[in-house]
Structure formats: structure tokens, C-alpha cells
T-cell receptor, first 112, second 111 residues
């Protein structure tokens, strides 16, 4: 059974810091991995999708990497801003199903 | 391009009642999935539909059911509501085994 872990559960940093968010999964047979952002009481916003054959994806200040063999993904946020404050979730999809298995998320607070 | 829409956004029901939630996917997306989000359990998969067929189902009791229509719109139904069904219900659509886009969710409160 696939399990996804995100540690730590919360992080508070001053504005301007470069951040690394970690995600680990137990079964390396994944189809893809997706990072999401969730603002309080809202739905999920897709940030980056990494296919199993890819090593990384970039969008603006965000960069996500994937190491399937070790069961890890990292989301890098450059030059953090207060507007980056949200809960970040990673989720993996395995073959044969659109089912996403989510981590519990990491609540990020960026202080001005 | 319009995003995923869900209606209603908020619902208050009492125990024993039933509820129907609706999801309209992004135009052209034929795959729709449903998730339940609670503070204790996080995001849990309910079911997924593709071209009106349920492809996969999560580990929820039979009180939770769903369907998909020919225009890809989907509904989920919860019968005999329990207090523990209070949650944010999220719907996602995709082009089929690709990036999933989520709607704003329906917040259900069971009293």
C-alpha cells in the first residue's frame, strides 16, 4: 500500500529564504507525482507535475525534482514571499488508476 | 478556459439525511475523481469516473456513491449522513492519467 510522507508538518520562515519541501513515498512504481498548494478553506492548485520518466520540472520560482529509486521528491521555492504562505501537498499516481495518494501536507508561513 | 466547478459550495444537513454534490470538469476532460478532506484523515480518494464508467473506488462505505453523465459532469451522493461525513469534498478532472485540476470544493456540515 502506497504511503506518502511530508516532514515537517509545518515551517515558519522569514521572507526571502530559499526553501526545500520534502516528500517521500514507499512504492517507487509510480506513474507521476504532483505538487499542490492549498489556501485555507480552498481547493487545491496544481503547481508542478513530474512524470515518472522525468527528473525535474520548473515553473517560475518553483522547481520540483523526483528520485523514483529512493522514493523522494523535493519542491524548491526560491526567494520566498508572504504570498507563498499556504499548505503544500504532494501526491503520487500509480499506474492503472487516476487515484492520487496524498501526503498530509506541510503548512508554510512566510513572515514579512 | 473555465476551471472545475462544484456546486453547492456549502451545505448544512442533519444526521440521516442524504446529499448530492455536483462537479463540472474542465471542458474536454473526461476523467473525474472525488476526494474527501478532513483535518484528521487528510485527503482520501472516493472514486474516479471515465466516460461514464467507474474505474476505481476508494475504501468508503456503500453510502457513498457517484455517477458520471455523458457530458462528463459528475455527481456524488451520500445517504444516511453521519456526523463523521462532515468534510470538504473535492472533485478533480484530467485529460486521462495526466495532471489533475481540482475544484473549490463543497463544504458539508452534518449536525
Amino acid at each position: 500500500k502506497q504511503e506518502v510522507t511530508q516532514i515537517p508538518a509545518a515551517l515558519s520562515v522569514p521572507e526571502g529564504e530559499n526553501l526545500v519541501l520534502n516528500c517521500s513515498f514507499t512504492d517507487s512504481a509510480i506513474y507521476n507525482l504532483q505538487w499542490f498548494r492549498q489556501d485555507p478553506g480552498k481547493g487545491l492548485t496544481s503547481l508542478l507535475l513530474i512524470q515518472s520518466s522525468q527528473r525535474e520540472q520548473t515553473s517560475g520560482r518553483l522547481n520540483a525534482s523526483l528520485d523514483k529509486s529512493s522514493g523522494r521528491s523535493t519542491l524548491y521555492i526560491a526567494a520566498s514571499q508572504p504570498g507563498d504562505s499556504a499548505t503544500y501537498l504532494c501526491a503520487v499516481m500509480q499506474g492503472g488508476s487516476e487515484k492520487l495518494v496524498f501526503g498530509k501536507g506541510m503548512k508554510l508561513t512566510v513572515n514579512p | 478556459k473555465a476551471g472545475v466547478t462544484q456546486t453547492p459550495r456549502y451545505l448544512i444537513k442533519t444526521r440521516g439525511q442524504q446529499v448530492t454534490l455536483s462537479c463540472s470538469p474542465i471542458s474536454g476532460h473526461r476523467s473525474v475523481s472525488w476526494y474527501q478532506q478532513t483535518p484528521g484523515q487528510g485527503l482520501q480518494f472516493l472514486f474516479e469516473y471515465f466516460s461514464e464508467t467507474q474505474r476505481n473506488k476508494g475504501n468508503f462505505p456503500g453510502r457513498f456513491s457517484g455517477r458520471q453523465f455523458s457530458n462528463s459532469r459528475s455527481e456524488m451522493n451520500v445517504s444516511t449522513l453521519e456526523l463523521g461525513d462532515s468534510a470538504l469534498y473535492l472533485c478533480a478532472s484530467s485529460l486521462n492519467y495526466y495532471e489533475q485540476y481540482f475544484g473549490p470544493g463543497t463544504r458539508l456540515l452534518v449536525l
